[in-house]
C-alpha cells in the first residue's frame, strides 16, 4: 500500500466531516412575538433535557462512497475497500469489471486488503476511539465474494495503517510501533507482539523476516517468534519510503527523492544492504509485481508504465497507458493508494475517483477499464428535485439520484479543471437554476467553481472565480437572483454569477463571518463570537449594514420566513428568527440544548436537524414558537471535523436526511416514527470524539483559586514535527537543538504561569497530540521535556483538539469567570489540507470560553493561519529565532496570570 506526501488521508483525523442536506418545503405562517433583537427574554425557552419528544427519531438508512485506500486481486475478483465498506468486482475481463457485492458498513474505514489462503483480511482505523485510537483486522471467506463471510476479527488499541499477511503472521504499522499479529488460525487472530518503530509500511519476507519501511530508515526483523519480534538490521534513508515490492530476494521501495525514484534493497541472514539507490525508474507514485514483470503509476504523468523486473537491480520498460484513459488530468490520477497484480490482470486503487482495472497480456497495448464507485471523501451535499449533489475533496463532483433515499445510485460526475498542477478541493455547495456552486480550498485565493447541472448525467464546470482570500472558514454559500453570497478568509463577498463563465466579484465586506443566509434583498451575517449581522444588498456593489444583533451567533440556515441559529453560547441553543420585517429579526423560539456544539442546521418541513459534532438531534419545530427535541443519534460514526461542518445546505425531501462523512461517504438519515424502539446497527459503533480524555484539575484543586485568577487551567502545545520547512530560525536547527530550544522555552513558560497558581499540561504534537505532563509538580513538568520526541507531520487542529479535551474534559461544565488557556507554538506549515480543520477547532475552543494564544516560531510558520487561529491581536506572537522563543512564551504565561494576586488558598 502506498504512502504519499499529498495523499489526504490521515489516520489521525479525529472525527469524520459532517455537512447536512434536508430536503424540504418552507413553514406556514406562525405568529410573530414582540421580543426586540439580542432580547435574553424569548417567547419559548425549553431545556431540552425536559423537552416532550415528539413521534420521531433519526435512524441510519444507507451509505454509499467513501475514500478508497486497499485493493486486493483473488482468482478474477478484485476485493476493495471503499470507506466503510469492501467491495466486490468480477474482474476476470479487466476491460469489463462488474460488481458483485460487497459487505456491509463496517466499523472504520477501510485502509488496506491482502488475500492470503483463501482468506481476506481487512484492515480498519481513523474513526474508532478516542482520535482514532482503535484499529480492526476482520478475516473474510475469499470464496463468498457476492456477500462476504466474517471468519475471524481482531482489535487493538493503536492506530494501524498498513497491512501485510504471509506464513500465518499478519503485520500492521502503526506512528509507533509494529505489531505482529498470529493469523495462523484466521478464525482467531490475536496480536502476538510489537517493537518500536517509525515504520509506516511493513512487509513480510520468506524466512520469517520483515520489513519495516519509514521516514529514516528501512529496518529488517525476525518474527519466527510472533511473540517477540527482534530488529535485525537497518539501513538509513534520507526520504520517506512510500511503497514496497518483492521480487524474489530483492525489496524495491519507492523513494519521496527526485519526484519519486525506486531504490533496491537485498537481505541475506540476519543483514540487510541497499544494493541500488537508484534502478531507473522515477516519478513513481506506487508498485506492484507478480512475478517477473511490475506494474508502476507514473506520479508526473499520471499513466502505468510497466516493467521486466528479472533483473529487478535493472527493469526494462516493456509497455505504458497515458493519462486520458484514467482521468481527464494527470494529476488526479497520482493519487492511488495502493496496485494490486495477479498474471495479467491489474488492480489500480484510486483514492478519489474508483477502481481501475487494467488486461497486460500484451504489455506494449494495455487495455483499461474505469470503475466509479460513488463520492470519496465527501464533504458537503446539496440537493435539488431528487438529485443529491456530493462534494469530494481531490475528486469529482457527484450527481446521485435519491428518489429512492435508501437505494441511491449514482448519474454522473464531473472532474473539476486542474490549474498550475493543484488539484481542486471542493467544500461548501449551493444550487440555484440548474447551477451548483462549490467552494475550492484547495487555491490560496479561495475559488468559486460553478457547475452546469441541467443534465445531472454529465455535470460540466461553466466557470469560476477568484475571491481573493484563503478560504479558511467558509460553511456554506447562499445564492439568490443571480447572486452568489460566499463567507471566506474573514469576508464575506457578493458575487455576479448570472454568467458563469463571466462571473465576477461585486463586493468584499471584512466580516469574519462562518455563515451566511439571504432572503430577497437581506442577507444574514454570523460574525464569529461577536453578533448577526444584517446587511441590505439591495445594491450588491455597495451593502448597508442595517441590523445588528449582539449575540454569539454560529451557524444560520433559512425556511420561508424563519431563520434557524446556533447560539454558540454555554449551553448551546437553537434560536429561531421570525423575518417577517427583515430588516428586524424577530426572536421567536429558543431550544436550550447542553453543552455540544452545531456544525450544521437543516429544515424539512415541521423537523430540523442539528449535527452536534458526534451525532444528529431531530428537533421538532411543527408548532412555533414551540420547540422540543427527541433523541440524539450518537450511536453513528458522525462528527465536525473541518470547516465543511457548518450549515452547508437545506433542501428536501420528506422523511430522510443526507450527510456528507468525509472518508466514510455518504449516510442516509432515515426519520423512524416509534421513539420507544432502540437504534441497533450491525457492528455496533462508537461514539467518536478527539484527543486524550485527560483533563487538568481546575484552579480550585487545593481549596480555591487565587484571588482575581481567571485563568485556572493552561495547556502548552508544543510544535515536535521535524518538518520545519524553509526560512530562517528552527528550519536551521538540527532536531536535537531545535528539541533542546522548545524545551528550554517551556520551562521558562512552566515558571512565568507558577504551578503554585495554575494547573499546567504540557502537550507535544506532529500528525498526532500526546499529553506528556500534567500538574502542579514543577520536577515532573521539567523532567518531562528532557529528551522531546520530534515525528513527521504538522497537524494543528489535532493538537487544539486534544488540548480541549485537557482544559475542559467533556461533561466539565465551564466556571463562572473561569477562562481557561491554549498556548500554542508551531515552527512550520500545516500538513496539507488542515488549515480549515485547525481553524474550526480553535472556533470552538473561542466558543467555549477557552482563550488561544499562538506563537509563529521561525519563519516557515504561517502567520497568517496562527494569527486567525489567536483570540486576539495581543495573542497572536512570533518569535523569529530560537532565542526569542523563551521571552515570547513568558510573556504569554505573565500575560495569562496577571490577575492572580497569591497562591491557591489551601
Not at 466531516?17 to 406556514?28: C, K, P
Amino acid at each position: 500500500m502506498a504512502r504519499r506526501a499529498k495523499a489526504a488521508y490521515r489516520p489521525w483525523i479525529p472525527f469524520v466531516v459532517a455537512a447536512l442536506a434536508v430536503i424540504a418545503s418552507d413553514f406556514g405562517p406562525s405568529t410573530t412575538h414582540g421580543a426586540t433583537p439580542g432580547d435574553p427574554s424569548l417567547a419559548s425557552r425549553v431545556p431540552a433535557a425536559d423537552a416532550e419528544s415528539p413521534d420521531a427519531r433519526l435512524e441510519l438508512a444507507g451509505q454509499l462512497g467513501g475514500s478508497v485506500y486497499g485493493v486486493a486481486l483473488d482468482d478474477g475478483v478484485a476485493w476493495m475497500g471503499v470507506g466503510p465498506r469492501v467491495v466486490t468486482f468480477d474482474v476476470a475481463d479487466p476491460a469489463a469489471p462488474a460488481r458483485i457485492g460487497g459487505t456491509a458498513m463496517l466499523p472504520d474505514i477501510v485502509r488496506d486488503i491482502a488475500i492470503v489462503d483463501d482468506h481476506v483480511f481487512v484492515l480498519m482505523s481513523g474513526l474508532s476511539g478516542e482520535n482514532g485510537s482503535i484499529s480492526h483486522l476482520w478475516v473474510f471467506d475469499a470464496g463468498t465474494p457476492a456477500a462476504p463471510r466474517v471468519i475471524g476479527k481482531v482489535s487493538a488499541d493503536t492506530s494501524w495503517t498498513s497491512l501485510s499477511v504471509a506464513g500465518g503472521v499478519a503485520c500492521a504499522t502503526d506512528a509507533d510501533a509494529v505489531s505482529v499479529i498470529d493469523v495462523a488460525d484466521p478464525a482467531h487472530p490475536a496480536v502476538a507482539g510489537a517493537i518500536a518503530s517509525e515504520a509506516e509500511l511493513c512487509r513480510l519476507l520468506p524466512g520469517r523476516r520483515m520489513i519495516g519501511a519509514g521516514e529514516e530508515q528501512v529496518e529488517l526483523f525476525d518474527v519466527s517468534t510472533p511473540g517477540a519480534p527482534r530488529r535485525l538490521d537497518a539501513v538509513p534513508m534520507s526520504s520517506w519510503v512510500m511503497d514496497t515490492a518483492v521480487v524474489g530476494d530483492t525489496l524495491l521501495a519507492v523513494v519521496d527523492e527526485d519526484g519519486g525514484v525506486v531504490q533496491a534493497f537485498a537481505w541475506h541472514g540476519d543483514r540487510l544492504a541497499r544494493v541500488s539507490d537508484d534502478v531507473g525508474i522515477s516519478d513513481v507514485g506506487a508498485i506492484g509485481t507478480d512475478g517477473a514483470r511490475m506494474t508502476v503509476l507514473d506520479y508526473a504523468a499520471g499513466g502505468i508504465r510497466l516493467f521486466d523486473v528479472a533483473d529487478p537491480t535493472a527493469p526494462e520498460e516493456i509497455g505504458s497507458i497515458d493519462v486520458p484513459a484514467l482521468a481527464p488530468d494527470a494529476a488526479y490520477a497520482t493519487y492511488a493508494p495502493a496496485i494490486a497484480v495477479a498474471g495479467d490482470t491489474v488492480a489500480l486503487a484510486g483514492a478519489y475517483s474508483g477502481l481501475y482495472t487494467l488486461d497486460i497480456a500484451d504489455p506494449a497495448d494495455p487495455a483499461v477499464a474505469a470503475t466509479f464507485v460513488g463520492p470519496s471523501y465527501a464533504n458537503d451535499v446539496a440537493i435539488h428535485d431528487g438529485i443529491a449533489y456530493v462534494s469530494t475533496s481531490v475528486g469529482p463532483l457527484w450527481a446521485i439520484d435519491v428518489a429512492d433515499p435508501e437505494q441511491p445510485v449514482v448519474l454522473g460526475h464531473a472532474f473539476p479543471e486542474v490549474v498550475d498542477g493543484v488539484i481542486p478541493d471542493l467544500g461548501a455547495l449551493a444550487w440555484a437554476d440548474d447551477l451548483l456552486f462549490a467552494l475550492d480550498f484547495a487555491t490560496d485565493v479561495g475559488t468559486l467553481r460553478i457547475f452546469d447541472v441541467s443534465d445531472p448525467r454529465a455535470p460540466v464546470e461553466a466557470g469560476a472565480v477568484d475571491l481573493g482570500h484563503p478560504p479558511y472558514q467558509t460553511y456554506d454559500i447562499a445564492v439568490e437572483d443571480g447572486l452568489a453570497y460566499v463567507p471566506h478568509g474573514g469576508h464575506v463577498s457578493i458575487v455576479d454569477v448570472r454568467d458563469p463563465a463571466r462571473a465576477r466579484v461585486l463586493s468584499t465586506r471584512p466580516y469574519h463571518a462562518k455563515s451566511v443566509a439571504v432572503l430577497g434583498n437581506h442577507l444574514y451575517v454570523a460574525v464569529e463570537n461577536r453578533s448577526l449581522v444584517v446587511l441590505d444588498v439591495t445594491d450588491p456593489s455597495q451593502p448597508a449594514e442595517v441590523g445588528v444583533i449582539e449575540t454569539n451567533i454560529g451557524q444560520v440556515t433559512r425556511a420561508g420566513t424563519h431563520l434557524f441559529a446556533s447560539v454558540d453560547d454555554r449551553p448551546v441553543s437553537l434560536r429561531v428568527y421570525d423575518l417577517s420585517d427583515p430588516a428586524r429579526p424577530q426572536p421567536l423560539a429558543e431550544l436550550a440544548d447542553f453543552n455540544a456544539a452545531v456544525g450544521s442546521i437543516a429544515v424539512a418541513g415541521a423537523f430540523a436537524v442539528r449535527d452536534l459534532g458526534y451525532g444528529f438531534d431531530l428537533v421538532y419545530t411543527g408548532d412555533l414558537p414551540n420547540l422540543t427535541s427527541t433523541n440524539v443519534v450518537s450511536g453513528l460514526p458522525m462528527g465536525t471535523l473541518t470547516m465543511f461542518s457548518a450549515a452547508n445546505s437545506v433542501a428536501a425531501t420528506g422523511r430522510h436526511a443526507l450527510a456528507a462523512q468525509g472518508e466514510a461517504g455518504l449516510f442516509v438519515l432515515r426519520r423512524a416514527d416509534a421513539p420507544d424502539q432502540p437504534i441497533e446497527l450491525a457492528p455496533p459503533y462508537e461514539i467518536f470524539l478527539p484527543a486524550l480524555g485527560i483533563g487538568l484539575a481546575s484552579g480550585d484543586r487545593t481549596g480555591g483559586a487565587p484571588a482575581g485568577c481567571a485563568t485556572t487551567r493552561v495547556v502548552l502545545a508544543l510544535d515536535a514535527s521535524r518538518d520545519r520547512g524553509g526560512g530562517s530560525g528552527p528550519p536551521g536547527l538540527s532536531d536535537a537543538d531545535y528539541a533542546a530550544a522548545l524545551a528550554d522555552a517551556a520551562r521558562t513558560f512552566v515558571r512565568a504561569v507558577g504551578v503554585e497558581r495554575v494547573s499546567i499540561g504540557l502537550l507535544r504534537y506532529h500528525r498526532q497530540a500526546e499529553l506528556i505532563a500534567t500538574g502542579d509538580d514543577p520536577a515532573a513538568l521539567d523532567a518531562a521535556l528532557d529528551g522531546l520526541a520530534l515525528g513527521a507531520g504538522r497537524r494543528i487542529d489535532v493538537a487544539l483538539a486534544a488540548a480541549a479535551r485537557t482544559v475542559r474534559p467533556p461533561g466539565a461544565a465551564q466556571a463562572t469567570g473561569d477562562r481557561p488557556l491554549v498556548v500554542l507554538v508551531a515552527a512550520g506549515p500545516v500538513d496539507d489540507g488542515t488549515a480549515g480543520r485547525a481553524f474550526a477547532e480553535a472556533h470552538q475552543l473561542r466558543a467555549g470560553g477557552i482563550g488561544v494564544a499562538t506563537v509563529a516560531f521561525g519563519t516557515a510558520a504561517d502567520h497568517e493561519l496562527l494569527a486567525a487561529l489567536a483570540d486576539s491581536p495581543e495573542h497572536a506572537r512570533a518569535a523569529a529565532a530560537p532565542e526569542d522563543l523563551a521571552p515570547e512564551l513568558e510573556a504569554v504565561g505573565r500575560d495569562a496570570t496577571s490577575g492572580c494576586t497569591g497562591a491557591a488558598a489551601p
